[in-house]
């Protein structure tokens, strides 16, 4: 062949990938039989040129994993797709953590186990009520643009709603599970996009979802985000700073709630007030604050005065154990680690993100290859910088919010129900703002009893806690049945 011919000879185009693999599960309810499917399908696009359509042009691989029981009727079992958040992480924390029918072994805060760990069958798997599918962002896990693709056409606001819309139309249609009940599962980023694609498939495909799972919520960004000028997020974080304090011993033998309690009504009543008047605060109730939020947050007063009264999230997880030479994690509050010396502002890493990720790291490369068959010599990319920077074009001028979102997919959809789950220890997400969201979503008061909150005593993936997991998954569980 002719070195032009070589060349110009354009390669193969990518196909699906997928194997399949049979597998029990023992639960309290008996023995379940299922299969699991795991591999990448390509995704495709239209392609028009000057008004001529050109056909469907491979634009992505996407790995996903589903768990389907066997001898279901598809027309009434559930299906719930999941992913996680990032943006940039794979969806290995919900799979392997909390849903899936196997789970991490790796201990908790404070007793964790040493590498390698290991899995085990996880009896309160969710797909005792639901089939499961489990999807990685294009970029994580096993996902890639396609060859000679740009991912940074994936890496942004509606270009991944606009794929993983894309993923779970296919998979739906493929597996005849239109006339199934469907539920959308998101972690932390994930729980944003899982409102826009409520909305998106409703829009885009006239898919109607049965319900949302928002797991360590946030569906607006100016809630968490401590830029300048943006006072909001001072109040909202401030019950978890006062939980993460409570759990290291700085507010003695008082009960959580009571804590939590004074950390709510203080952050809903005089913190918001006294940060709006700014140097107009009168010196008698700039001591007063300064006092009260020193004791709540268990930092030094003059330290909170040093910093006029707004303690950001960063300098917090440094800032309350720098005594005795600790930090604490940012991802869940209940972990803490060192530094390399203790002058720091803000820490160089999150001790609660370091714990998990060795041992789910190891769990899912054992698990894709050994269980489900499939293999791939590409990393599998945990949670991955390498989607950065993430666009959000959309929101020039404005936060990140897809409230309108939500809130447009409950009224169009009055049927949706949505659940939200919060851990006072989470220090990426915290609970009071997702509080603050759901209380001002524009929605009719006959709809806001399709909102359930549920709260654990643990961070953003709450499940690592052995006794929240057993409750969030008794909770998912009840959701579900109630709501299919």
């Given at each position: 062949m002719a070195e032009d011919d070589l060349r110009d000879e354009k390669p193969e185009p990518p196909t699906d990938d997928l194997v399949t693999t049979s597998h029990t599960l023992r639960t309290p309810d008996g023995e379940l039989a299922y299969t699991a499917t795991a591999g990448r399908i390509v995704v495709r696009k239209e392609k028009h040129t000057d008004g001529?359509?050109?056909?469907?042009?491979?634009?992505?691989?996407?790995?996903?994993?589903?768990?389907?029981?066997?001898?279901?009727?598809?027309?009434t079992r559930p299906v719930t797709i999941a992913f996680n958040g990032g943006p940039g992480s794979s969806s290995v924390w919900l799979h392997l953590g909390l849903f899936g029918p196997r789970r991490v072994v790796m201990g908790d805060a404070g007793a964790l186990t040493p590498p390698p760990w290991g899995l085990t069958d996880n009896e309160e798997s969710l797909l005792r009520h639901s089939d499961l599918v489990f999807v990685d962002p294009v970029s994580t896990g096993y996902s890639r643009a396609v060859e000679g693709g740009k991912p940074a056409d994936f890496h942004g606001y509606t270009g991944d709603v606009e794929t993983i819309g894309e993923v779970i139309r296919l998979w739906i249609t493929r597996n005849e599970r239109?006339?199934?009940?469907?539920?959308?599962?998101?972690?932390?980023?994930?729980?944003?996009?899982?409102?826009?694609?409520?909305?998106?498939?409703?829009?885009?495909?006239?898919?109607?979802?049965?319900?949302?799972?928002?797991?360590?919520?946030?569906?607006?960004?100016?809630?968490?985000?401590?830029?300048?000028?943006?006072d909001r997020p001072y109040p909202l974080f401030l019950p978890t700073y006062a939980a993460i304090a409570h759990h290291h011993g700085l507010h003695g033998d008082r009960a959580l709630a009571d804590v939590l309690?004074?950390?709510?009504?203080?952050?809903?009543?005089?913190?918001?007030?006294?940060?709006?008047?700014?140097?107009?605060?009168?010196?008698?109730?700039?001591?007063?604050?300064?006092?009260?939020?020193?004791?709540?947050?268990g930092l030094d007063e003059a330290y909170v005065r040093r910093v006029?009264?707004?303690?950001?999230?960063?300098?917090?997880?440094?800032?309350?154990?720098?005594?005795?030479?600790?930090?604490?994690g940012r991802i869940d509050g209940r972990f803490t680690g060192w530094e390399a010396d203790d002058g720091g502002e803000v820490p160089g890493h999150d001790p609660s993100i370091a714990a998990i990720t060795g041992p789910y790291t190891a769990a899912i490369?054992?698990?894709?290859?050994?269980?489900?068959?499939y293999a791939?010599?590409?990393?599998?990319?945990?949670?991955?910088?390498?989607?950065?920077?993430?666009?959000?074009?959309?929101?020039?001028?404005?936060?990140?919010s897809v409230v309108g979102k939500l809130s447009a997919a409950m009224r169009t959809n009055p049927h949706l129900r949505v659940h939200v789950a919060c851990g006072y220890h989470d220090g990426a997400t915290p609970y009071f703002a997702a509080e603050q969201v759901l209380a001002t979503l524009p929605i009719p008061d006959e709809l806001?009893?399709?909102?359930?909150?549920?709260?654990?005593?643990?961070?953003?993936?709450?499940?690592?806690?052995?006794?929240?997991?057993?409750?969030?998954?008794?909770?998912?569980?009840?959701?579900?049945?109630?709501?299919?």
């Open positions: 001529t359509f050109d056909g469907h042009e491979p634009h992505a691989e996407v790995f996903l994993v589903a768990y389907t029981l066997d001898g279901a009727e598809p027309g239109w006339l199934s009940p469907k539920f959308l599962a998101g972690e932390s980023y994930g729980t944003l996009r899982a409102a826009a694609l409520a909305e998106h498939l409703q829009d885009r495909y006239g898919m109607h979802v049965n319900g949302l799972m928002l797991i360590s919520s946030v569906l607006d960004m100016g809630t968490i985000r401590f830029t300048e000028g943006n309690a004074d950390a709510e009504d203080f952050a809903a009543g005089d913190y918001p007030w006294a940060l709006a008047r700014g140097n107009r605060l009168p010196a008698a109730d700039l001591d007063r604050v300064a006092a009260r939020l020193a004791d709540l947050t006029r009264l707004r303690v950001e999230h960063l300098r917090f997880f440094r800032e309350l154990l720098r005594d005795s030479g600790r930090t604490v490369n054992s698990h894709v290859r050994t269980t489900l068959g791939n010599d590409l990393p599998y990319e945990i949670l991955t910088g390498r989607v950065q920077p993430w666009s959000y074009k959309e929101f020039e001028g404005r936060a990140v806001r009893d399709r909102i359930e909150v549920r709260y654990y005593e643990a961070g953003h993936m709450m499940y690592v806690h052995e006794p929240s997991r057993l409750q969030q998954s008794a909770d998912l569980a009840a959701f579900v049945t109630a709501a299919a």
